[in-house]
């Protein structure tokens, strides 16, 4: 299964709504994956693998949560569909993933799509098309 966990911006619930959910499903044994928009002192993207739980980054936080993996795909503006196939391969060793990003959704379709908008939660599925 494929959650995805998307806002309307900073700040309003989105990395606790993940931990949220991975507490409560500790059997599905979840890979957490945060998306960011920006990739200060990169060119184009990078991805990597959290190691250490750590409640001052959204990553370890999902770790302290109980993920089993967290990563961080930071991705310049135009570049996300470039490091799709990378994440694609580091969810193929999981059954359950999921990902706080308000735009994969453009390149992968989620199973749940769940947004987050000034601490309100609204769930929806997205019908195979889109």
């Not at 911006?9 to 998306?35: C, F, H, Q, S, Y």
């Not at 750590?54 to 990553?59: E, I, K, L, V």
Request: proline letters at 6%.
């Amino acid at each position: 299964m494929i959650v995805v966990v998307g806002g309307g911006g900073r700040k309003v619930g989105k990395t606790t709504l993940i931990e949220m959910l991975i507490r409560a499903l500790p059997e599905a044994r979840w890979l957490a994956v945060k998306i960011s928009g920006h990739a200060h002192g990169i060119q184009g993207w990078t991805i990597d693998r959290e190691e250490t739980p750590d409640p001052g980054t959204d990553t370890g936080r999902f770790l302290s949560a109980g993920a089993c993996e967290a990563w961080w795909l930071r991705a310049e503006p135009g570049h996300l569909a470039d490091a799709v196939p990378k994440l694609l391969s580091v969810m193929a060793n999981f059954k359950n993933v999921v990902i706080e990003s308000s735009s994969i959704t453009e390149f992968i379709q989620p199973d749940l799509y769940l947004l987050v908008a000034s601490g309100n939660v609204t769930a929806r599925t997205i019908p195979p098309g889109g």
